[in-house]
């Protein structure tokens, strides 16, 4: 009977949290109860835990040790057969400068 009770209150505050997490942020209200405000530092604390995984993660991907290849010019890019990322404004530029290069836009 109690679990009746307490399944829409709990089913509400999990969707009105995964909002918020999803959202980005954490709404704090100071009249609410304590069970509120634990649960959400709780979420908080993932949301904390998951920025920093993925932030360690991409400065673990830019920091690559092997990618220690510099390049003077577009030419030795172009020489050494590597791919070139650039943005699709610039194709009709960079095609026109550079015909052999291999590009991605």
Known sequence: QKFKIAWPVI??????????????GV???LTTTYPYKLLMI????VILISY???????????????????YESVESIITRGTTICA???????????????????
């Open 11 to 24: 089913s509400a505050s999990v969707m009105m949290n995964a909002t918020y997490f999803f959202a980005n």
């Open 27 to 29: 709404q704090f209200d």
């Open 42 to 45: 709780g979420f908080a604390c």
């Open 52 to 70: 920093s995984a993925y932030v360690a993660k991409l400065a673990a991907t830019l920091t690559l040790s092997g990618t220690n290849t510099a």
């Open 87 to 105: 943005p699709p404004a610039l194709k009709v530029d960079i095609q026109a400068m550079w015909p052999k290069a291999s590009c991605m836009y």
